[in-house]
């Protein structure tokens, strides 16, 4: 799987419903709603409100729902009712990863993990076997429009690395900084799903998802 996940956080709110449709006539399949709670980051964003409504108006689109939230157990259930393609919680927020993964799936949602810029993965030596998608930070999270830290690159190639030698299924998506300067090489490395919020979401977006989707779908 190689595909581009728009993340909304850059969006224009007043306009989220028109810009969504023109991504989705573009070929978006992926869509990534950021839910910050002001503890875990620093900013407040979307809620289970807001991603009803969007699985409500775009029934096709994969929700791709990354919770930087304390606690993240406490809102499993809402977040289900969006029927969403994964949910991914921090690694950093939770005590008990293994068994909130386990419960995410018996709603039956993917669970995926994301890890901040500083956390290795060997601390997910026992979640890779059991998650379906690996979350990379590529900035701190909390805001958009921030700069690619280059040493997560080694991060996702080790995660790519740990994928080949072990057969594990997860996927690799990175977040954070993703441009179209950058998106073969992290495609190159290994990268699934490619979250991109500023770099779609700022100047013309159709223009943006094209130039990017062409690149990382070989026709560029
Ligand atoms: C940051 C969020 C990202 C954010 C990325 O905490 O998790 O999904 O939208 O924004 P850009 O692509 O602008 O770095
Ligand atoms: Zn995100």
Do not use: W
Not at 100 to 110: A, H
Not at 119 to 137: F, K, Q
């Amino acid at each position: 799987m190689k595909e581009l996940a728009p993340s909304i956080l850059s969006a224009d709110f007043c306009k989220l419903g028109e810009q969504l449709s023109f991504l989705e006539k573009e070929g978006m399949s992926f869509v990534h709603i950021d839910v910050m709670d002001g503890h875990f980051v620093p900013n407040i964003t979307i809620g289970p409100l807001v991603c009803n409504s969007i699985a409500k108006n775009f029934p096709h689109l994969k929700l791709d729902v990354h919770l930087m939230i304390e606690e993240p157990m406490r809102y499993i259930d809402a977040f289900a009712q969006c029927n969403p393609y994964i949910i991914y919680f921090h690694l950093e927020a939770e005590n008990h990863a293994d068994r909130l993964v386990n419960y995410i799936k018996s709603k039956g949602v993917k669970a995926g993990i994301s890890i901040n810029p500083s956390t290795p993965v060997s601390l997910l030596e026992h979640l890779l076997p059991i998650v379906d998608g690996v979350l990379v930070m590529s900035v701190n999270p909390g805001f958009g429009g921030q700069k690619f830290i280059p040493y997560t690159k080694n991060k996702i190639k080790l995660l790519n690395n740990i994928r080949k030698a072990q057969g594990y299924g997860y996927f690799i998506a990175v977040d954070g900084g993703v441009n179209k300067e950058n998106i073969k090489e992290l495609s190159d490395l290994g990268c699934n799903l490619f979250v991109a919020g500023s770099s779609v979401f700022k100047g013309d977006i159709v223009k943006n998802f094209k130039e990017m989707n062409n690149i990382l779908k070989g026709k560029l």
